[in-house]
């Protein structure tokens, strides 16, 4: 049986800006069945001092000093060191939307039995969106395996996984650079139907590697990638794409 109801795992490294939002969404949290994992990539900066102020305090955080290797392999890191039965990936410069969201989440799987559930996720910081929650759409809302084809409408960071699920289908695949949860969710979806939370799990901060437009080509290119994994059409997915993109604002 896990020891604790929920694992949390942050992934950093030169964080110091940011993280401790993080850390005190965290500790702030009403619900105290939890553990919250750190894995830091060997930071120059003083991500680690702010880490260890919190750590001070607490018997529930755990700090592992890793070699970088990529975000996969530091959520990977952060999975085999995890004592709980459900995960939720909240990387450094992201944060709980409010000091309620354990128990809420809690009370959900309670009344809703699953293997996995997703949440809402409030965008803020850089590069402004028209659409600050998200998803928000009654479509977002029932999980549509074939929707993952034209969009990701997940975002890691309001997602609780149910740790049997990495035992039964493995691990993040390593060799992705930023998709690796987008990977994920086609390779479960199709035979583990999530349940929907209708309220905020995470404020999300827009502006690093997966949102920068500097990286779009990347992320272009890794998604034809990830689809190409599980349809043999993955080139005709990006028509109906920028299609979806150019009416998903319409009122």
Known sequence: ?????????????????YIKKNLESVSSQSFHDFEHIIIDGLSKDNTMEIVKCYSDKTNNMIIQA????????????????????????????????????????YNFIKKNPA????GQAKYVGDFNRKEDIYPRRWYHRHF?????????FLNHQAVFLNKSLF???GLYREDI?????????????????????????????VGGFSTDPKNNEIHKNETLRIRGMYTRFASMTMWPARIYRKIKNIK
């Open 115 to 118: 293997n996995w559930y997703y």
């Open 177 to 205: 650079v930023g998709g690796m949860d987008y990977e994920y969710w086609f390779r479960i979806g199709k035979k583990e139907k999530p349940k929907f939370m209708p309220f905020l799990i995470s404020n999300f901060r």
């Open 66 to 105: 890793s070699k970088p290797q990529g975000i996969a392999n530091a959520m990977n890191l952060g999975i085999k060191k995890t004592n709980g039965e459900w995960l939720l990936f909240l990387n450094s410069d992201d944060y709980l939307n409010n000091d309620k969201v354990l128990e809420n989440v």
């Open 144 to 152: 549509f395996y074939r929707l993952l084809f034209i969009i990701n």
């Open 1 to 17: 049986m896990p020891d604790t109801f929920f694992s949390i795992i942050t992934c950093c490294y030169n964080s110091g800006q």
């Open 167 to 169: 035992d039964k289908y």
